[in-house]
Every structure is written in C-alpha cells, then in structure tokens.
C-alpha cells in the first residue's frame, strides 16, 4: 500500500509512505486511513483524494467490487468511506487505467490525446484516453483489453474463459507455454518446474535457449494480433507498454512489430503512430491517482 | 445520393431529393452540389453542412482517402470543397458512424451515453458513442469493429485480411461458408450457384434448410464472441444492430445471444444492457450527417 500527497504543480510528492498491503487480513480500511493521514500536508489542505486499487470495481460508485484476496472488501463502499473519514471529495479507479491516466498527463504519452496504455505482467490491463478522457464505460468496467478474444478456441485465461490476450501474452500464458512444449518433448536448458517465472524463461531465452526464445515471440506475435485490433478500435496516436514483462525488450517486441505490421489492415493507422514504453515505473499508480482526482475537480 | 435539408427542432426533413449515385462516373462533386441546391431551404439559411461517405476518410479533415469504386475522389478534400462552394461549414464522416450517432441521437439510442451501433450488411461497420462523443481517433479510422480479428486463422476478409468479425458474419461471409459447405457435400436445398446472396441463405433457412440455418447460426455466434470483446472494450449501456443481415432476426440472434452469455467474463458488462435493432432504417445516413453538423455547431 502506497501513498503520497502532492502540491498541484510539483511531480514530486510533498510526503509518501509504503506499507505491507496484507490485502487478505482484516482491518485493511484501518490501515489506509492511517496511511492517507500520515501522508497528509502540514497545511492541512486537501483538495481532492484519488485512490487505486485493482479491479472489478465501480469507479463511477466509488465501490470495489470483488477484489481477488480481499473477502473484505467484496462490495465495498471505498471511496465514499474515505469521503466521509476525511470530509473530503474521494476519487476511485483501477490500477492499469490510473496508469495509463499518469503516462498521459505526466509521462511517455505528455501531449497527445489519443492514448492507448497496456501493460503486461501476471495479467494485461490496460488505460485508454480518448479525446483527452478516460475510457471508463457504463458499469466502468470498460477497457478490459487484456480480455479481448484473440482465438476463441485459445488457452485458458486466468479469469476462466478462452483465447483471450491475456492467455496468449502475459507473464503466466509465457511459462505455461513454455511447459506445455516442455512436457510434449521439446528440448531447453530450463528443467520441468512448476515455480518457473517468466522472468527464468526470458533469461534462458537471453543465454540463446530455443524454446524459451519461441515462448516469448509467440507472446510478442499475439500481443502484435491484439494491438492491431486495438488499433482499428481506438486509432491511437501512441501506444505505451508498461508492466513487467514488456521490459524484457526485444525477446517480445522484434515478434510484435512484425505482427502488428502484419495484422494492421490499413496502413494510415500507423502513421506517425508512437510505440514506447512507459516512463513512470512504479509511481505511475500513486500519479495516476494524483492524476484523476484532478481531472475530477476540474469536470 | 440522398440529400435533405433540416429545422432545428423537427425530425422530419424540409426536402428531400434522391439520385443515382453512379460512384464510379465522373461529374460526382457536381452532383453532389446540385442535390444539396435543391433541398437548399427557401429561406436561405444554413447553418451547416454535413456529409456522410463510404470510408476511408478523414472526418478530421473532410478529406476522402479511397473511396472504392471510386477513383476520381481518391484523396479528394470533399468537406472544403463543398464548404468552399456553399460558403457554408462542412462536416464529413462516413456511414457507420453517422448512422450510429443519428440511433444516438434520434432513434434506439436516445437517453443512452455509451452506445455501440453495429451494421451487419455487406460489410460490418459501427459508430460508438463514449460518454456522448462520437468515437472517431487520431487519424478519424477508429471503430472498425468489423475488422477486429476474431481468430488470426479464420477465413478470408474483403479487406484481404484474415479472420475479422466481418469474415465471419457479412452477408457474402454467410453465403461463402455456405457455398464451401456445399461444395465440401454438405446437403442443402439449394444448388450451387455464385449469384447466391445472403437473402436466398434466409430464406432457404427459413425454410427449414439445415446448411442454411447452420451457416446464419455460425455467423451469430461469431457476432456473438465480437461483441463480448466490444463489451469487455467499451461496456456500452446499448447495443444497437442495424443493416439487411441483421433484420433475419432469430435465424442470427438466437445464437448471438447464447454465444454473448458464453463470452462475455463477467455478469456486470450485462446488467442493465440493452440490446435491440436500429430505428431509423434508411434515415439513419440524413439523419446522422443532420446530427453531426449540430453537434460540430456546438463544440
């Protein structure tokens, strides 16, 4: 659990504190609001709270809804409690779209309007802007491209359904690949291993290993198929990549581009069209918080 | 060519006047001119002018790109020029989305502020509506919905791509997949023949043709599987269909809507959704070309 309190013309934070989230032990609210306080400005005045928290949740409500691990907080009234706690207006959106917000406001996609954020890492989220707003939906559950169908007849996805991006090109579908040809006989320097992370596999893939090099162009292939679909959905003027496996860099990207230029049905989509990678690391949440409870006062 | 002049406050037209469009003979732009002169009001006021085209175009612009069929107006400025003419401001952008923005505005849509309108026609095509702005992108291409890919190995797309939605459940895909059952022995009460439409496919099915009912019942399932991922994109609150393969009714929604249930990942995208059939028939060009030009009128 992070937070940071910020002056409204400074990226640097005037406070900020890091705590163990234990998201699964009860008292959790206790301990945001601890944090909330220990960050709050010695003058007191605070205009606006924006909190992050990943999904399903209801930013329009300002409830979460079924957060995984956290039995707690099933149909929780979030930010209408932190409203009321502080006196304050209190602001709610998931992670992968409170980054996409801070990359657009504040780094890799400063300027343009049109941006479309994924990152990739144990699952695909993603942050859409659209005319300089974010893409948030009826039930705000809009943007889900990690959840796009990529292959009806695909692997498993973690949320249970089939073919989807994220079963093809996330950190888990890379190793889970990479076993499957594994277990049918394909050779590797990796040994069969139900902890093997992607990140093992990316280094074998970097030591000249085969089937670990494939694992990660398959991804980088299909991330290539749903960014160009992504592209005739949404005709964005930049696309970032965030989350932990798209640092791995050319192992997935070299498959990507050719992909995407393959798949791309139109090639005016792709001009001036800006691929890059996120600027804002690990601060992109806390910012993307900052971000939205601005962009709320100002509506 | 269909023109007609409007009243702020009436949904039923001034004048209207409809020609031959003969796309591929020179002499369009005059055409073009002299039909809006004839609905032009007696009392001489416009306020603007908006225009509605095959793609691609540039609505950014007023620029047509590649029209097909239609050589002399590749890359041709149609908004300014007809801007320029009339001395008048001008607004372009094409079909779909014109069709979608008038149901928004007019018809299946009113009330709604996320709206996706699809047309199931000899192509697929949409016009989204996201918090009461029309989706249009960086270069003015987005909301291809008929070219996001469904499956990377599916058949062959008008386009000269693989595997879009509009592959799968066009009409010339229904009668493609039709055809190449037949071919592959399948047993139909129809012949083999190239001149077969979508509307024969019908009404055969309807008949209680086993190939035909199969090949419209694929076609909705795959509509189906799109539209989840439209959902899990854009979590509009209405889904609206318009075109001539979409009036089938059951032959296509029966599988369309179990196939929905089936793929979409998570039961809140369905709570409160409307799904339900365009209003406005062959209005729907005039009138979203009308509600363009207001909504441009007012930014």
Same mark, same amino acid.
Request: hydrophobic content about 35%.
């Given at each position: 659990m992070r937070a940071a309190s910020y002056a409204p013309?400074?990226?640097?934070?005037?406070?900020?504190?890091?705590?163990? !989230?234990?998201?699964?032990?009860?008292?959790?609210?206790?301990?945001?609001?601890?944090i909330i306080e220990e960050i709050w400005p010695k003058d007191g005045c605070v205009?606006?709270?924006?909190?992050?928290?990943?999904?399903?949740?209801?930013?329009? !409500?300002?409830?979460?809804?079924s957060p995984p691990n956290n039995p707690e907080w099933h149909n929780f009234p979030l930010a209408?409690?932190?409203?009321?706690?502080?006196?304050?207006?209190?602001?709610?959106?998931n992670d992968a779209n409170?980054?996409?917000?801070?990359?657009?406001?504040?780094?890799?996609?400063?300027?343009?309007?049109?941006?479309?954020?994924? !990152?990739?890492?144990?699952?695909?989220?993603?942050?859409?802007?659209?005319e300089d707003r974010l893409l948030l939906g009826n039930h705000g559950l809009a943007a889900e491209l990690g959840h796009v169908i990529l292959d009806p007849n695909g692997p498993l996805c973690a949320c249970?359904?089939?073919?989807?991006?994220?079963?093809?090109?996330?950190?888990?579908?890379?190793?889970?690949?990479f076993l499957g040809e594994l277990e049918a006989g394909s050779k590797s320097s990796l040994k069969q291993d139900i902890n093997l992370t992607a990140r093992d596999v990316a280094e074998a893939a970097k030591k000249g290993d085969a089937l670990a090099i494939k694992?990660?162009?398959?991804?980088?292939?299909?991330?290539?198929?749903?960014?160009?679909?992504?592209?005739?959905?949404?005709?964005?003027?930049?696309v970032i990549f965030g989350g932990g496996v798209s640092q791995v860099g050319n192992l997935l990207f070299d498959s990507f581009h050719i992909s995407l230029?393959?798949?791309?049905?139109?090639?005016?989509?792709l001009e001036?069209?800006?691929? !890059?990678?996120?600027?804002?690391?690990?601060?992109?949440?806390?910012?993307g918080a900052r971000a939205l409870a601005e962009l709320k006062l100002k509506v």
């Open positions: 013309d400074k990226l640097k934070p005037i406070k900020q504190k890091k705590i163990p !989230t234990h998201a699964s032990e009860p008292g959790g609210f206790e301990r945001l609001v601890n205009d606006a709270i924006g909190l992050g928290s990943p999904g399903p949740l209801d930013p329009h !409500t300002g409830y979460l809804l209408p409690k932190v409203a009321e706690h502080f006196g304050v207006k209190t602001y709610l959106n409170l980054a996409g917000l801070a990359e657009y406001r504040f780094g890799a996609g400063k300027g343009h309007h049109n941006v479309l954020y994924i !990152t990739v890492s144990t699952g695909i989220g993603a942050g859409v802007i659209i249970g359904y089939k073919g989807h991006l994220e079963s093809f090109s996330s950190g888990p579908a890379i190793v889970k690949y694992a990660y162009s398959r991804a980088g292939e299909y991330l290539g198929i749903g960014v160009a679909s992504f592209l005739h959905v949404f005709d964005p003027s930049i230029k393959k798949h791309v049905f139109h090639p005016r989509y001036g069209l800006v691929i !890059t990678k996120a600027q804002l690391g690990d601060d992109a949440g806390l910012l």
